[in-house]
């Protein structure tokens, strides 16, 4: 199962700080499993959407299974707004495919309450 989890600052600061996907859907074999194509593309796309769209670089991990986004928190703040519209697409279209194919995605929240 490909687990996805978004971190906000806190429930009253709904500010995206980062993003983490992990796992593999299983639902075909490699190289012909749609889930974990569709789940690469919009999560990758999505950082190349935000570097491509609004010069926000983010801080980002990657490996085969695995995908780790931290955002850099500093950007102006309209910069900042276009990359927290960006990320909020991206969990859209991963509950789009979450809603078909639950078995083999799950999108999780963290708040990171303490900053």
Request: include cysteine; charged fraction near 15%.
């Amino acid at each position: 199962m490909i687990h996805v989890t978004v971190s906000r600052r806190s429930e009253q600061d709904p500010t995206i700080e980062a993003y983490q996907v992990e796992g593999h859907a299983e639902f075909d074999v490699p190289g012909k499993d749609l889930v974990c194509a569709a789940v690469s593309a919009i999560t990758v796309g999505t950082v190349n959407s935000i570097e491509a769209l609004t010069g926000v670089v983010p801080g980002t991990e990657m490996e085969k299974g695995w995908l780790d986004v931290i955002l850099p928190l500093d950007s102006e703040p309209a910069q900042m707004a276009q990359v927290q519209l960006i990320i909020e697409s991206m969990i859209v279209m991963l509950h789009t495919i979450a809603s078909s194919y639950s078995d083999y995605i799950a999108i999780h929240t963290a708040y990171n309450e303490g900053g």
